[in-house]
């Protein structure tokens, strides 16, 4: 089968792509036939190996959907032929964490297209509690395109207990996850300071329901200090980080929280603990997402409450090239490749 894979970290050039053995399912998996991938900033950090390492060669490609084509023997029901998209966190399914729908508090954390094999490819194994039905009213590009920003963004939304009525501030807002954070943002009725370097982008963050579109320069603690009557804004949403990190501080208000759930620009930053201790900060770490927060968002996208938004849509064979584009960190929404 055709697919593209991680041999060696690097540039997007790294991305090669060949021919590879079809995957068996084992007695708990499904095959799936891909019809999409989502490209994400988690398969760059992958294909980059600062951030992440695991070992190579792998394929990356945590969001994708398809057709069920072949179940394990310890598989129920009649799943082949099911139109599906993967969950992308894989987890025990059994503790009490995962019980609770907190999969991504499970011992066994781990997500596909990192762990195992993922959707830049023909064919791929998963087990088959990651395989979920693709709700009737999607199409398989939208279908891989919000599962893991969506599901990661209403995990770092709850984690940061955003609340109707407060200011959020959502850093990154042009990519995925920030679009998404958005949009659920707004069905919570919160008001939304949307950060964005690209202002040809701001009409089009203002439709998702950001309040106000800001730049991310040395200006924007007191551009949010303006906007919101001196105080700040209760919750920063951040995944940025280093290049945002000491702003996004700074621009909260008394008993703020930050939540980081990313780290897109790097791992490391300055941390003012005076504004800390006497603004009685919280900084609350976020990784990855549960079932709960994946069935929420699903729900959401079947009802046409958020609307995931496809910037490009490209064959598999352009896998490089969708890199580049969100390296350049000017695409609005997500890029799609198909297979
Ligand atoms: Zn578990």
Redesign the pocket.
């Known amino acids: 089968m055709k697919a593209v894979s991680i041999e060696t970290y690097g540039a997007a050039e790294s991305l090669s792509i060949g021919d590879f053995a079809m995957p068996n399912p084992g007695p708990d998996d499904v095959l799936v036939r891909v019809r999409a991938a989502g490209v994400n900033r988690l398969d760059i950090l992958l294909r980059e190996g600062r951030v992440f390492q695991v070992p190579l060669p792998r394929i990356p490609g945590t969001d994708f959907s398809g057709d069920i084509v072949a179940v394990g023997s310890n598989v129920t029901g009649n799943r082949i032929g099911e139109r599906i998209f993967a969950a992308p966190i894989l987890?025990?399914?059994?503790?009490q964490?995962?019980r609770r729908g907190d999969?991504n508090l499970?011992?066994?954390f781990g997500t596909i297209g990192s762990t195992i094999d993922g959707g830049y490819a023909e064919y791929v194994r998963i087990p088959a509690r990651n395989a979920v039905p693709l709700p009737e009213q999607l199409d398989f590009v939208t279908g891989a395109s919000f599962g893991l920003t969506y599901a990661t963004a209403a995990s770092m939304l709850r984690r940061g207990r955003l609340a109707a009525g407060e200011w959020v501030l959502v850093l990154g807002a042009n990519g995925g996850l920030g679009y998404a954070a958005i949009e659920l943002a707004h069905l919570i009725g919160a008001r939304v300071i949307a950060v964005n370097r690209d202002a040809s982008r701001d009409g089009a963050l203002r439709d998702c329901g950001a309040d106000v579109v800001i730049r991310p320069d040395a200006q924007m603690p007191g551009t949010v200090l303006a906007l919101t009557g001196g105080r700040g804004v209760q919750l920063a949403f951040e995944h940025v980080a280093s290049a945002t990190f000491a702003h996004s501080l700074a621009s909260l208000a008394t008993d703020g929280r930050l939540v980081l759930g990313g780290v897109t620009t790097g791992i490391e930053a300055t941390l003012d603990l005076k504004a800390v201790f006497t603004k009685r900060l919280e900084i609350l770490g976020a990784r990855g997402s549960g079932r709960k927060d994946l069935d929420q968002v699903v729900r959401l996208a079947a009802e046409g409450q958020v609307r995931p938004l496809v910037q490009q849509v490209l064959p598999l064979e352009q896998a490089a090239q969708a890199h580049h584009w969100l390296e350049s960190g000017r695409v609005l929404g997500k890029i799609v490749l198909t297979v």
Do not use: L, Q, V
Request: one cysteine or more; aromatic letters at 0%.
């Open positions: 987890s025990c399914g059994e503790c964490h995962c999969d499970c011992a066994n």
